[in-house]
C-alpha cells in the first residue's frame, strides 16, 4: 500500500473497467481493469498506442461517461454510483476539458464561448462578465474578445479552450491531445501556460503522442490493450495541494487564477 493519504488523492481508480457492447459476442474492453492514484496537483501524461483506451480513460475520469465497473473516487466523492444529474454537477464544479479539436462554438465570440461552462451551470451571466474577461486575459486574449472562432489562429483558439476550462476553477484539468494540431512553437505556448496552472496548483491529466510533450509532466503512464503497461516517474509530484501563490515568472504572470468569487 502506498503511504499516500486519501485527503491527498485527486483521484482513486481501482478495477475500473469500459467494455462497449457491438452486438451478439462482439465486444471491445477499452478499459480492461485500471488502477491508478493521482494526488492533488499533479501532473500526470497518458501515452500508448492508438485504441490502447487513453482517450476512454479521460472520458472517465472527466465524468463523461461511466464506467462499466469498477469504483472512482475523485476527492472523497464516489462518482462512478452517481446519476447523470450528479455526475454532470460534479463536472461543473472541479472539471475543466482541453481537447485537441479546441471544441469552441463557432456562432460564438470568445468571451461568449469562455461563459459557456457558467450557462450550463445555470449562472446569471451577468455577473462573471468581468470574470470572464479576466480569463480572457489570463490566456492572453483581452484584444480579441469579441472575434468569433473562425477568425482565430489555432494557437488563439486552443488558449480560448483555456480560459474557458478555467472559468469554474477546477481542480483538476484534462487534455486530449491538446497539442495536436498547433505547429511546435505555438503548441510550446499552450504547454507553458498548463505547466503554469499546475504551478499554480491544478492537477494535470494530458494525453498525448508527442514524448517531448510528456516530459513536462511528473508521471508518464503508459497504457496498452485498455490496461496501465508501465510507468515513468519523471520527476517527484507535491505530495499535496500547493498553497496559492503569488505571481509567477513564466505564463499567466500577470495574475495568478482566481476563484470565482461574484
Ligand atoms: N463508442 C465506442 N463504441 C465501441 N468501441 C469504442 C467506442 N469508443 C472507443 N471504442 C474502442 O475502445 C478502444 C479504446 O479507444 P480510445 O478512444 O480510448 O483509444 P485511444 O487510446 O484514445 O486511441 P487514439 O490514440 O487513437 O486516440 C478502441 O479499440 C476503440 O475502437
Ligand atoms: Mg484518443
Known sequence: MSATHSHDLMIRI???????ELGGENRVHALAGVDLEVTNGSYIAIMGPSGSGKSTMLNLLGCLDRPTSG???LGDE??????????????GRRIGF????YNLIAQLTVLENIQVPLFYQGKDLRQYHEHCEKMADLVGLSDRLHHRPNQLSGGQQQRVAIARSLVNDPLMILADEPTGNLDSKTGKEVLDIISELNRQGKTIVLVTHDDKVAARAHRIIHMKDGLIDREVVNRPAPTSRP?????GT?????????????
Open 71 to 73: 469504483a472512482y473516487f
Open 98 to 101: 482541453i481537447f485537441q479539436s
Open 78 to 91: 464516489d462518482v462512478a454510483r452517481m446519476s447523470d444529474d450528479q455526475l454532470s454537477e460534479v463536472r
Open 14 to 20: 481501482i478495477g475500473l473497467r469500459k467494455t462497449y
Open 250 to 262: 513564466g505564463a499567466l504572470s500577470a495574475a495568478t487564477v482566481q476563484p470565482l468569487n461574484p
Open 243 to 247: 498553497s496559492t501563490r503569488g505571481p
